[in-house]
């Protein structure tokens, strides 16, 4: 589904690279983790895969679904089933959740050549998935992520991809500060749209949500490139023993 | 005789023409005499130098002669065009004008709860009218004003009596039809009684492409206790030249809440000052202005607390675009009496364009030691992380940024509470935003 080959990537203006030759292969129906150390380039990458205009690519080819996607515009990418769950969302002051996801939901839909849903079938399916993520319904009357806490914007990131349902979902740290009810919350969210043709691509940078979403393949991504690849087990290996070997590889390179 | 150019001896041949052919009561003709009189003697503010209330906006245009005062009947216009160009509900009391002239055909005023709402000329002047006209916007407080003074002919007059509850909106429209080379000074007076509740809406609109020169003076008496909720609307084409003017007095605990909003004409001027003359008084200027093209947009605002307790707000919201112009210049002044004041003071931009320029200035000005105030002041583009967030959730870059544009406006617009009205202001909004954002960089 996702195929990514010696990408590198800089921040636009900017001399030294983040991504420094970073291959990867999602199959459809996958679970991929990248776990690294913090700034080794996780969400450098997280957000070049959705075309972030504040990163250039250099160099490497990203097919998604056979296509080359690296020319295409952050929302044709998302129309063609892209999703970040951002580690830091942004503020969209004047635009309310409601408002913001039926707009995207229009959106996605017009792509696929269905009808916008009514505004009360927009509705039932926004209350309902509002309570299953335990949002405030309060919450969804203010700005989006305007004056949310963390774990509120958190949880708001989940309604969306629960609400939206893309093929590939990629979650960047959408665990850190969250409590183990959140957690469960973001856990049931993945699980229950785990299927055959929807891949996710999980960064984190502890092992402890992939307690409850069991990943097929684990990668370790050091200063920009994937230094290991493994199975779930790398992924306790690598809570155990730390990052330190694969940084001190990495330099010694 | 001291305005010796041609707009001068043009705007002296049309008041000689205007005293003549319209004999109205001694006091209304003195205050036009003493109108014109001040306008002879200082004539527009076009000094460049030296010049600090007319700092950012360069009235020479004005001054060239082309615009005139005409004297003649309403034009006439079908009332299914208002309904659709202005703001409009039949459950409002509606005095229409026409190029500055009042129009009875048009105009649909519901009686019933005390409230006078009717045309100046009207025979039955009242002692409210003559002790009030001129006093808060007099006629040494601008050219405007004192030109407008000169060429009083109609206008609405309000009077809200004592303990009247707010039923339905007032609404004042002047409406030009045909710009060209037409002066219009359209005119109001509200004039609220002791506890009294009313909502009062005044729009400026013009339905043909040419631009004309209006230049309104609005005048709002808030006796004890007394509440207005106040609306200015401003749609004029954007040839046209708006300078208006707006005075409020309010006695003690009344409570002024008003809302302007103002579509860019060519040259546009908002030039609002409340007076808090007794204790516990309140009130707030909220304003959206939208500028694009070569539109230029300034919103001179300012409160005086001249007794103890009172609070105000200004809070005012710009989106510009082109190589548009606008102007926030707000001013509160806190007097020495004015203890305990709150006043509060905002002005929120996007400036979507390279050319564009927005010079804010909200300035306090305190004298009184026991107070509480606070001003700010932002400029900036449409955030690049809110476009890149909606874009990753599939949301085109040019909806993005009109959703955030609307968002930005809906905090205005928002507080408007009267529902016809808002739905109108948006539906305005909803027009511009496709050129604001084709303007843009
Ligand atoms: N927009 C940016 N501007 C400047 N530096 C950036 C930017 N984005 C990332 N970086 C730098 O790139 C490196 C990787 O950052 P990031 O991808 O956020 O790491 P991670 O998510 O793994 O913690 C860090 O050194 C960070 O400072
Ligand atoms: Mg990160």
Request: net charge negative; glycine share 8%; charged share 25%.
């Amino acid at each position: 589904m996702l195929q990514v080959t010696d990408l590198h990537a800089s921040v636009v203006d900017a001399d030294e690279e983040i991504l420094k030759g970073l291959s990867l292969s999602i199959g459809a129906g996958e679970v991929h983790a990248i776990m690294g150390p913090n700034g080794s380039g996780k969400s450098t990458f997280a957000n070049v895969l959705l075309g972030r205009p504040d990163y250039v690519v250099n160099s490497g080819v990203v097919t998604f679904d056979d296509e080359d996607i690296l020319e295409l515009f952050p929302d044709q990418r998302a129309l063609r089933g892209m999703f970040l769950a951002f580690q830091y969302p942004a503020e969209i002051p004047g635009v309310r959740p409601w408002q913001f996801l039926k707009a995207a939901l229009d959106a996605r839909r017009e792509y696929a050549g269905e009808k916008p849903l009514s505004v009360r079938d927009f509705s039932k399916l926004f209350d309902d998935k509002v309570e299953a993520v335990g949002i405030d319904p309060d919450l969804v009357k203010r700005s989006l992520n305007e004056g949310f806490s963390g774990g509120e914007k958190k949880r708001n990131e989940m309604l969306q991809l629960e609400m939206l349902e893309p093929r590939l979902a990629i979650l960047d740290e959408t665990d850190s500060g969250l409590d183990v009810d959140a957690l469960r919350i973001v856990a049931e969210g993945v699980n229950s749209l785990r299927s055959p043709d929807r891949s996710f691509l999980i960064v984190t940078h502890y092992q402890r949500l992939l307690n409850y979403i069991k990943p097929d393949v684990v990668h370790i991504l050091v200063d920009g490139r994937i230094v290991e690849t493994g199975g779930p087990e790398l992924a306790i290996t690598v809570e155990n023993s730390g990052y330190e070997q694969y940084i001190t590889a990495a330099m010694a390179d | 005789m001291t305005l010796a150019n041609a707009t001068g001896e043009k705007y002296a041949a049309d008041f000689k023409a205007l005293t003549e052919s319209r004999p109205v009561s001694d006091w209304m003709s003195e205050l036009r005499q003493s109108g014109w009189d001040h306008f002879d003697s200082i004539g527009f503010p076009t000094a460049r130098r030296g010049n600090e209330l007319w700092k950012y906006t360069n009235l020479a245009a004005l001054d060239q002669g082309k615009f005139g005062f005409q004297f003649d009947e309403p034009g006439a216009v079908e009332p299914d065009v208002l309904r659709e160009r202005a703001p409009w509900s039949d459950d409002w009391s509606t005095l229409v004008f026409i190029n500055g002239r009042y129009s009875e055909s048009l105009s649909q005023v519901s009686s019933g709860d005390g409230v006078q709402v009717r045309n100046f000329s009207d025979p039955a002047n009242s002692e409210s009218l003559r002790t009030n006209l001129g006093t808060h916007a007099a006629v040494d407080e601008n050219a405007f004003s004192a030109l407008n003074t000169a060429f009083l002919v109609d206008g609405g007059f309000v009077q809200i009596p004592d303990n009247r509850e707010d039923t339905s909106p007032i609404h004042l429209l002047f409406v030009t039809t045909s710009g060209g080379s037409r002066a219009i000074y359209p005119r109001t007076l509200v004039v609220s009684g002791i506890n009294s509740r009313s909502t009062v809406i005044e729009s400026y609109i013009s339905l043909g492409e040419e631009g004309g020169f209006t230049a309104p003076v609005a005048e709002y008496v808030l006796n004890s206790g007394a509440g207005i909720e106040h609306y200015r609307v401003l749609v004029e084409n954007e040839e046209s030249f708006h300078i208006g003017t707006t005075r409020v007095y309010q006695l003690d605990n009344s409570t002024f809440t008003s809302t302007s909003f103002a579509l860019g004409p060519k040259i546009g001027r908002n030039d609002v000052h409340v007076l808090l003359d007794a204790p516990g008084a309140e009130c707030t200027l909220n304003g959206l202005y939208l500028t694009t093209g070569d539109q230029h947009m300034d919103n001179h605002i300012s409160t005086t607390h001249a007794k103890p307790n009172g609070t105000s707000h200004q809070f005012y919201k710009g989106v510009l675009s082109g190589n548009s112009r606008a102007v926030f210049s707000g001013r509160v002044l806190v007097e020495k009496d004015a203890q305990k004041t709150q006043a509060f003071q905002k002005d929120l931009n996007l400036v979507l364009s390279h050319g564009a320029e927005i010079d804010t200035k909200p300035s306090l000005e305190i004298y009184a030691d026991d107070v509480q105030c606070a001003h700010g002041a932002t400029a900036g583009h449409t955030d690049p992380e809110a476009i890149f967030y909606m874009q990753a959730r599939g949301i085109d870059e040019v909806t993005a940024q009109a959703m955030l544009m609307r968002g930005f406006a809906s905090e205005i617009v928002d507080m408007i509470g009267v529902d016809g009205l808002q739905d109108y202001v948006h539906g305005v909004v909803e027009e511009v935003i496709p050129r604001l954002q084709a303007a843009a960089d």
